[in-house]
């Protein structure tokens, strides 16, 4: 509870913050078949709700410590969310404290959250979602139980919106989400690759040098793993 009211000193606030997310990846999964200690349903209620309040939700502060919350609250959820390889040598995986299916209305506030566009809710968001594309692409790009498509399907669309955004540090963080998916290239990658190269020679000359280095590489990546689709925008991207 220490992560999440506004009173608290934030320095202790980044430490439980810490804390919660070495728990996710150490102890709590075996609440839902790993290796850790169990965790009653109640408390994993009350955690999931408390990561996307201080995700998504802006309870004042200094900016500076809203961010570095934000930072914490979405590597606590990447960490929740992302399978783990086991510490043996089986060679096994331990499940994660959190799938999609113990948490679906993850995915949805994401995307809720983008497409409000509230900046620093957005940033929140974005954050989360380019931790969890680099520590486990699959949690959003595979279809859930009981869900229609993959979570990159409608995020995905959304995430070439903030190519354009006004803020590079959105335009950043949209650029790292994808990134990890160019070389996967689930289906809702390869339906809009068209869009994302356009926005990858859009944002070739943009003005902010983190998000020019983000284009090389992705035009790094498309050229050793997808070079069918990046022959005919080249002149656009170099």
Known sequence: RT????????????????????????????AYGGAGASLPAPSGAEIRNLLLHTLLTDDGGAPSD???????????????????????????????????????ELHPALLGTLTRSVPGDATG??????????????????????????????????????????????RRAALDVLLPYVELLPGPMAVHMEGYLGGLGALSADPDAGVRVRVCRSVVTLLTARTEYVEPHITSLV
Request: charged share 20%; glycine share 8%; aromatic share 4%.
């Open 125 to 170: 968001a974005l954050d989360a979602l380019a931790k969890m594309a680099e520590d486990c692409p699959e949690v959003l790009s595979a279809t859930a139980p009981g869900a229609h498509d993959p979570p990159l399907f409608a995020l995905l669309p959304v995430l070439l919106e903030y190519f354009r955004s006004p803020a590079a540090e959105h």
């Open 66 to 104: 809203r961010g570095s919350l934000r930072r914490v609250a979405g590597s606590a959820v990447a960490a929740a969310v992302s399978p783990r390889a086991r510490a043996d040598d089986d060679g096994g995986e331990r499940a994660a404290a959190f799938p999609p299916s113990a948490w679906p």
């Open 3 to 30: 992560l999440a009211p506004p009173g608290a000193p934030h320095g202790l606030r980044l430490l439980a913050g810490l804390l919660l997310k070495n728990k996710l990846v150490l102890s709590l999964p075996a």
